[in-house]
């Protein structure tokens, strides 16, 4: 019995190792080569991504910060592996976090935060913000390829990598993503969705930025519950319909 049992969880943990179970499209970004990449870190051990869009301002996903988590963490920026000493890192405290009122945890809709740091950055070659996309820019559209990165995990199992990783994906056909045996009433107009097979975002890198020509489009949100699923691709937030939100709350 002891033996069956042995076989059977070798064979879980295969089969969890498996293409189209977890990511393997991905691979390491060359370091320091996305300066505005962030790693949130509650107690020293990163949890989410963000990505810096100004001098004093980090966006990143709203369901990051539930249960009481909008305070006690740090904003680690310039970073490439998260355990090393690296010269370039900046580690920056909050003073404000501004989650979007609509946020919905029944089906992460309007998924977005800024995370106002205590003070400006530091630009180096490390460290600087990028762009991100405006009401009436140019968003993906089907086929589009566009590219993400972040510390999430590697796999069904939750082995995390220490380097930062990337990504390059396809932007899915609207209708269907909101068919019912793939996300339905979940998946709103705020929201894109975008995989490959075998390739997909994971636990650890919401908040992370979806980039297309170089501009942040879109914000890691959500997905199915496992990573690199066939019919719960990643649900990414579309920026550019919270230009107004943003503009007020960075400048109030």
């Known amino acids: 019995m002891k033996q069956i049992r042995v076989i059977f969880v070798s064979?879980?943990?295969?089969?969890a190792s498996l293409p189209g179970e977890c990511i393997t499209g991905g691979n390491e970004a060359v370091a320091h080569s996305r300066p505005y990449m962030a790693s949130l870190q509650w107690n020293g051990k990163h949890e989410c991504g963000g990505f810096l869009i100004s001098s004093q301002w980090v966006m990143s996903a709203a369901h990051c910060f539930q249960d009481g988590r909008d305070s006690g963490f740090k904003v680690v920026l310039g970073a490439h592996s998260l355990s090393r000493a690296e010269g370039t890192k900046q580690n920056m405290?909050?003073?404000?976090?501004y989650k979007h009122p609509g946020f919905s945890m029944s089906n992460y809709d309007?998924?977005?935060a800024l995370i106002k740091l205590n003070m400006p950055i530091t630009e180096t070659d490390a460290v600087k913000p990028v762009k991100f996309q405006r009401e009436g820019g140019d968003d993906?559209?089907?086929?589009?390829?566009v590219d993400t990165a972040g510390w999430g995990s590697l796999n069904n199992l939750g082995r995390r990598p220490d380097k930062l990783q990337e990504l390059?994906?396809?932007v899915l056909e609207r209708?269907?993503?909101?068919?019912a045996d793939f996300y339905g009433w979940k998946f709103t107009s705020n929201m894109l969705c975008a995989a490959e097979k075998i390739k997909d975002t994971c636990d650890g890198d919401?908040?992370?930025p979806l980039l297309y020509k170089g501009i942040a489009v879109g914000i890691t949100s959500n997905g199915g519950k496992k990573c690199g699923s066939s019919r719960k691709p990643g649900l990414y937030t579309i920026i550019s319909h919270y230009t107004q939100w943003i503009d007020h709350t960075t400048t109030q």
């Open 206 to 208: 919401s908040g992370g």
């Open 140 to 145: 993906p559209e089907k086929n589009a390829a």
């Open 110 to 112: 309007n998924d977005i």
């Open 11 to 15: 064979v879980l943990l295969f089969a």
């Open 93 to 97: 405290d909050v003073s404000a976090v």
């Open 168 to 170: 390059i994906i396809t």
């Open 175 to 179: 209708m269907l993503c909101g068919r």
